[in-house]
């Protein structure tokens, strides 16, 4: 067993699409970057490529390369589960925490553990989604833009 972890954040823009963990979420503002920001998704890469010792998603997928601009990240988060599956690495279990005071996530979880399985190759129970706020403290809490941590069993 390995385990590994993952942080991401980004800064909330106007009038771009707001992406978590592969679900589309009505938003005013979206999360800018060089993909599409799914931070959620990006927070699971880094603990996979983590549990795996196989660095991290800038290394893997760098955004000065111009091929990855606005680029889905679930072809991200794809490509490193076949980078894992390359090293003789499964999942086991994931467990993700979004961190934004808006928008509520709540009706969004179900299906973004779907969404997550559905890519991982596992049963949505396998995959944790929770949501927070900062009680409006710190940048997520002045809703400047979302965070997200993730931790992740992967098996030999
Ligand atoms: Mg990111």
Same mark, same amino acid.
């Given at each position: 067993m390995l385990?590994?972890?993952?942080?991401?954040?980004?800064?909330?823009a106007p009038d771009i699409p707001l992406v978590l963990a592969g679900v589309r979420i009505e938003h005013s503002h979206g999360l800018a /970057?060089?993909?599409?920001?799914? #931070? %959620?998704?990006?927070?699971? +890469?880094?603990?996979?490529?983590?549990?795996?010792?196989?660095g991290?998603?800038?290394?893997?997928?760098p955004d000065t390369d111009p091929a990855l601009r606005g680029i889905d990240s679930r072809i991200l988060l794809r490509r490193t589960i076949?980078?894992?599956?390359?090293?003789?690495?499964?999942?086991?279990?994931?467990d993700l925490t979004l961190i934004a005071q808006a928008p509520k996530l709540a009706p969004y979880? /179900?299906?973004?553990?779907?969404? #997550? %399985?559905?890519?991982?190759? +596992?049963?949505?129970?396998?995959?944790?989604?929770?949501?927070?706020?900062t009680e409006q403290m710190g940048f997520a809490g002045r809703g400047e833009g979302i965070a997200a941590l993730a931790v992740v069993l992967v098996s030999e």
């Open positions: 385990i590994g972890q993952g942080f991401d954040a980004h800064r909330f /970057a060089h993909s599409d920001g799914d #931070v %959620a998704l990006h927070a699971l +890469c880094d603990a996979l490529l983590g549990a795996a010792g196989l991290d998603i800038g290394h893997h997928f076949e980078a894992l599956a390359e090293h003789g690495l499964s999942v086991i279990n994931v979880i /179900a299906t973004m553990r779907q969404t #997550v %399985a559905d890519d991982l190759g +596992c049963i949505p129970q396998r995959v944790n989604i929770k949501a927070t706020t």
